[in-house]
Antibody, heavy 122, light 113 residues
Framework: EVQLVQSGAQVRGPRESLTISCKGSGYSFTDYWIAWVRQMPGKGLEWMGIIYPGDSDTRYSPSFQGQVSISADNSIKTAFLHWGSLKTSDTAMYFC???????????????WGQGTPVTVFS | DIVMTQSPDSLAVSLGERAAIRCKSSQSLLYSLDRKNYLAWYQQKPGQPPKLVISWASTRQSGVPDRFSGSGSGTDFTLTINSLQPEDVAVYYCQQYYNTPNSFGQGTKLEVK
């Protein structure tokens, strides 16, 4: 059974750093992309970026480039989303999701993690 | 970057009636070499992660009821839900995967009238 299990809820202050994780199981971790998607309270889905663990190819949305970094550790089948300096506006739910490698771009996201709520208090 | 625009933002439909949600992309999602439209639809219920409903604009995922259907090509797409059921109440998003960033539409909230 394919599963993506994310790390638990996080509470931080502004300017603190944070890394959240997404562990894949039930499939070949290096053969699929892992995307990160933000959902701010009461708002829609925002595609942040994506990594292909097979070769570490990483792509970011311009809106998030330089604000976060995405990485993966294949030995533990886990992808990471990292902030070096949090802002209150980073308060949101963050989802990871799996995408099959495609011709033009990573394909649709067929399995999703349960989400990690991040709260940055002022 | 490709911009995805959904309409309407919210929709109220009576149980048993049809719901139609539209999605328009700022450039064509039809890839000439394979003649496929690189568009997906997701359903998100409160407190849950999104769930993939339709891929390739019209391919229903395994386990998705056949009252859900996707249509359209190029830049204009529609998700249709026939005979609305209470469990279909959710927010629906379209997403293009023609190129990165794989942008989403803003979402359409579907409610029961």
């Amino acid at each position: 059974e394919v599963q993506l299990v994310q790390s638990g809820a996080q509470v931080r202050g502004p300017r603190e750093s944070l890394t959240i994780s997404c562990k894949g199981s039930g499939y070949s971790f290096t053969d699929y992309w892992i995307a990160w998607v933000r959902q701010m309270p009461g708002k829609g889905l925002e595609w942040m970026g994506i990594i292909y663990p097979g070769d570490s190819d990483t792509r970011y949305s311009p809106s998030f480039q330089g604000q976060v970094s995405i990485s993966a550790d294949n030995s533990i089948k886990t992808a990471f989303l990292h902030w070096g300096s949090l802002k209150t506006s980073d308060t949101a739910m963050y989802f990871c999701a799996r995408g099959l490698s495609g011709t033009l771009s990573p394909f649709f996201l067929d399995y999703w993690g349960q989400g990690t709520p991040v709260t940055v208090f002022s | 970057d490709i911009v995805m625009t959904q309409s309407p933002d919210s929709l109220a439909v009576s149980l048993g009636e049809r719901a139609a949600i539209r999605c328009k992309s700022s450039q064509s999602l039809l890839y000439s070499l394979d003649r496929k439209n690189y568009l997906a639809w997701y359903q998100q219920k409160p407190g849950q992660p999104p769930k993939l409903v339709i891929s390739w604009a019209s391919t229903r995922q395994s386990g998705v009821p056949d009252r859900f259907s996707g249509s359209g090509s190029g830049t204009d797409f529609t998700l249709t839900i026939n005979s609305l059921q209470p469990e279909d109440v959710a927010v629906y998003y379209c997403q293009q995967y023609y190129n990165t960033p794989n942008s989403f539409g803003q979402g359409t909230k579907l409610e029961v009238k």
